[in-house]
């Protein structure tokens, strides 16, 4: 995938000097011996100046993970550590962190061979919580030079999540179209999750697609689209536009990143758009999202930006779709029922016009946007893509901010089932469990707009601890809870 950062995780081992420092030297080696052999070798460097033991050997090894091209730290426990010097190299470290602790090794070694990093450990988070620091802390942090390797690479995508954000640009053309207030939020915490973003009107963005009207690269941009169509390529005389338009957008994000590395993209999708443009953007948002650079319909901020979360932690393609119908009761007792262990408040279609990647579809077709041609005439209305969502596992997610500038997400792991939908856009039928007390306790209860972002396979996990990391408030990240476990609005005798 493009527009996601690579990342070198810089391990650095912490001794007290009432410790032998050869307890953490050669626990970090096995560390990293571990790690190798199990992974790519590329994502970690070993600090090799120094055992940290005072504020000194934290400067050495923070200067020697710069130069070694680091983008997070791993502080290593490999006995009880210095507390203080340990917790400022996380502290003056310019990037994610997360801190680890070696395990004892053997019971015919606990007199010089006992390192006491499980003590260590409670010293190192509550000195992070004296120095406002902020350091991802596994589920059980203390482990075997393997299990700490898996730590490490579990890691990964969250440091890779935090990276991103803080060189991501959102470029969005709006304004949101007339009565959509649904996917309306405050700016505010994109700043101060030290993202970016460029607002453009869509007259801009007219005039650009209009410059672009005889580019040479057009032709070419044809073959690919009918390459990836195939069969499906239904509107073949709507393909040039669709190419003129996808080279503009493309231009845009390259003359207009400025100092970021990453880019995403808010676009607008109706009511002058298919007018004034003459097609629909599905098909070319659709190939966006598939090349890595996420495109949300309707002028959705917050989930473009969830899209890209979700491009970075799966480094695969993505999907917004509206939480949008309820499957059928014919349809769930001939195709679900008995078949799959879920109830009927279980299932529920999400759907969007054809924005979804051809990747991520049973089968597509390039059609007209039926919603669209009810109202105007059908030949402004080409470009969207249609198709039965792949079946397998999924995460329904989202990150928003609230009217009054608050942070909050949700996270809910399901599948897509391989069920006909025997419907119209880029469509599945969705299975999430007890989705209907989810939708009803959380998507309703805390005014979430109806626009979903879907990663492809189960990342609850990661996106969590994501979350947790970029600053979202414990109770503010919901889950579908298991039954007998009541959300706060539930009521308890329904």
Not at 126 to 150: F, M, S, W
Not at 209 to 238: S, T
Not at 281 to 307: A, F, H, K
């Amino acid at each position: 995938m493009e527009n996601i950062p690579k990342i070198k995780i810089g391990v650095v081992a912490v001794s007290r000097d009432c410790f032998p420092e050869s307890l953490s030297v050669n626990r970090r080696k096995a560390l990293l011996k571990a790690y190798k052999e199990k992974y790519n070798a590329d994502e970690i460097y070993e600090c090799p100046v120094c055992i940290v033991e005072s504020e000194i050997d934290m400067v050495n090894a923070l200067e020697d993970i710069k130069r070694a091209g680091c983008d997070a730290l791993c502080v290593y426990l490999g006995n009880f550590g210095p507390e203080i010097a340990e917790t400022l190299l996380i502290k003056h470290f310019d990037g994610p962190a997360m801190v680890v602790a070696a395990a004892e090794e053997t019971q015919d070694n606990l007199i010089q061979g006992r390192g006491d990093a499980f003590c260590g450990m409670l010293n190192a988070s509550y000195n992070l919580a004296l120095r406002n620091a902020k350091a991802y802390i596994p589920e059980y942090p203390i482990g075997t030079y393997e299990e700490v390797a898996d730590m490490i690479h579990e890691f990964l995508p969250v440091a890779k999540a935090v990276v991103a954000l803080s060189e991501l640009k959102i470029i969005s053309f709006g304004p949101r179209p007339l009565n959509f207030m649904a996917c309306n939020a405050p700016i505010k915490q994109l700043f101060n999750l030290g993202v970016e973003i460029e607002e453009n009107s869509e007259l801009d963005l007219f005039e650009s697609f209009n410059k672009h009207k005889d580019d040479p690269r057009i032709p070419d941009k044809v073959k690919e689209m009918e390459e990836e169509l195939g069969d499906g390529n239904q509107k073949p005389e709507i393909l040039s536009k669709l190419a003129q338009y996808e080279l503009t957008l493309l231009d845009w994000v390259n003359e207009h990143r400025g100092y970021r590395k990453y880019v995403a993209v808010a676009g607008k999708c109706w009511p002058a758009f298919q007018t004034q443009f003459g097609f629909v953007p599905c098909y070319v948002n659709s190939r966006l999202t598939g090349m890595g650079i996420p495109v949300s319909c309707e002028v959705d901020i917050y989930g473009c930006l969830s899209e890209f979360i979700g491009t970075v932690i799966s480094e695969d393609a993505v999907t917004l779709l509206d939480i949008n119908n309820n499957v059928p009761a014919d349809m769930y007792r001939q195709s679900i029922e008995g078949k799959f262990p879920y109830t009927h408040k279980d299932t529920f279609m999400g759907f969007h016009c054809g924005n979804t990647t051809s990747k991520k579809l049973s089968s597509c077709a390039m059609k007209y946007q039926l919603i669209m041609a009810r109202s105007l005439p059908e030949e402004v209305t080409q470009g969207t893509l249609e198709g039965d969502i792949v079946p397998g596992n999924i995460t329904f997610y989202r990150l928003q901010s609230t009217a009054d500038n608050k942070l909050r997400a949700y996270i809910a792991e399901g599948e897509v089932l391989p069920v006909a939908t025997k419907s119209f856009g880029g469509i599945g039928v969705f299975a999430i469990p007890e989705m209907g007390r989810f939708y009803r306790h959380v998507l309703v209860e805390k005014n979430y707009p109806h626009h979903g972002a879907v990663a492809f396979g189960h990342f609850g996990k990661t996106l969590f601890e994501v979350f947790k990391y970029i600053g979202v408030e414990l109770d503010e990240i919901d889950f579908n809870h298991p039954k007998g476990m009541l959300y706060p609005s539930e009521n308890p005798f329904a």
